[in-house]
């Protein structure tokens, strides 16, 4: 059965802080690695990871994938109230694009 | 614009009823997925469709039903013999049903309460 499991579950920071969420997977025929991010209601697409030990960055946001570990780590630097959210990882697998979903990681960033 | 649209956003349903969720896309995806998401236990798939006519269980599917008649809806129907079908349901599309390697593009939700 396919796993996937962020950590930490939860996490409050202050504003300008640095943060590192954690993902790790074991699944079969392994294809992509996804960051969403949820606010309120719909996850929006963050990055797509599927090379090893190539950064993806986003502004103040960055992430990397260890094929060879088995995880993926998602780092929001200078942290705003605006990034409090959920933070969900994904991992496609098959040729169905299917996603199998941690359990997300809730961030709340306070001033 | 192009998108996906969920209705409703609120759905108040007793016992014993059945209910349809709709999921519309333009985006002229291939794919479309339902999942539900509770509380601490991020999103699950109920089903999955990678072309029309053809849909696949998902890891939870018992006590729903699906169709993919067109392309561009997919309704999801939770039906009495759902246990426990108060949850937030989302819908999703991705543009090739094959590679394994596209994001998925969400719908707002539709959050559903049974009384």
């Given at each position: 059965e396919d796993k996937v499991v962020q950590s930490p579950l939860s996490l409050v920071v202050h504003e300008g802080d640095t943060v590192t969420l954690n993902c790790s997977y074991e699944v079969t025929n392994f294809r992509s690695l996804l960051w969403y991010k949820q606010e309120k209601k719909a996850p929006t697409f963050l990055f797509m990871l599927t090379s090893s030990g190539i950064e993806k960055k986003s502004g103040r946001l960055s992430s990397i994938l260890d094929k060879k570990e088995l995880f993926s780590i998602l780092n929001i630097t200078?942290?705003?109230?605006?990034?409090?959210a959920i933070y969900l990882c994904a991992v496609g697998t098959g040729t169905a694009s299917k996603l199998t979903f941690g359990t997300g990681t809730r961030l709340q960033v306070t001033l | 614009d192009g998108g996906i649209t969920q209705s409703p956003k609120y759905l108040f349903r007793k016992e014993g009823q059945n209910v349809t969720l709709s999921c519309e896309q333009?985006?002229?995806?291939?794919a479309m997925y339902w999942y539900r998401q509770d509380p601490g236990q991020g999103l699950r798939l109920i089903y999955y469709s990678q072309i029309v006519n053809d849909f696949q269980k998902g890891d939870i599917a018992e006590g729903y039903s699906v169709s993919r008649e067109k392309k561009e809806s997919f309704p999801l129907t939770v039906t009495s013999?759902?246990?426990?079908?108060t949850a937030f349901y989302l819908c999703a599309s991705s543009p090739?049903?094959?590679?394994?390697?596209n994001e998925q593009f969400f719908g707002p939700g539709t959050r559903l309460t049974v009384l």
């Open positions: 200078a942290t705003q109230t605006g990034d409090s | 333009n985006l002229n995806h291939d013999a759902q246990k426990n079908p090739d049903r094959t590679s394994g390697y």
